[in-house]
């Protein structure tokens, strides 16, 4: 990895009003959009995907769309999935991005139609605000995410030398 990427903080904030923070590298950035990294140091399993220790996971971040993506790769640099966040509130100051997640979740793995997740966490009595919100993100993602996964796709393999350096010929990048 290289080693001149900045940190940043990534807080995600729940609905219920928690707050999780993670400990990335800072990729790609501006006011609107923003690339992170992560590199797994243990082994994760995530709605029946195996993601063992050492899966790269590019976040991708943007304060006007109603989602947020994590793409998973191997250390082949093989894609392994796409984790959709459907949320909202995202914003970016130096060294810290902050989002909220609106619950539902959106899994695509090569091959696979995607799947929506979690809506049967989704708290009665939510408002129609973040009802609209949440049918905005899962639509945002599922009316073509083909398209939608191309981009990310092509976003995250730009920025890989930033991450690890040149790639060799011949690479699977």
Not at 95 to 108: H, M, P, Q, T, Y
Not at 146 to 156: K, M, P, Y
Request: hydrophobic residues 45%; aromatic residues 8%.
């Amino acid at each position: 990895m290289a080693p001149a990427l900045p940190p940043i903080v990534e807080v995600k904030r729940t609905l219920a009003g928690g707050e999780k923070q993670f400990h990335c590298r800072l990729l790609a950035g501006d006011h609107r959009h923003a690339v992170v990294l992560w590199v797994s140091e243990q082994p994760m399993h995530v709605h029946g995907v195996d993601l063992p220790a050492g899966t790269i996971s590019f976040g991708h971040f943007w304060a006007d769309r109603p989602y947020n993506v994590y793409h998973w790769l191997d250390r082949s640099r093989r894609t392994v999935g796409f984790y959709f966040n459907v949320s909202d509130s995202t914003s970016f100051r130096p060294g810290v991005l902050e989002w909220r997640d609106l619950i539902v979740d959106v899994l695509a793995l090569p091959r696979q139609r995607p799947r929506v997740l979690d809506e049967d966490e989704l708290p009665d009595g939510l408002s129609v605000e973040i009802r609209g919100r949440i049918d905005a993100g899962k639509a945002a993602i599922l009316v073509d995410p083909a398209a939608v996964i191309a981009e990310i796709e092509s976003a995250s393999r730009a920025l890989f030398p930033v991450a690890f350096g040149p790639v060799a010929v011949g690479d699977n990048a």
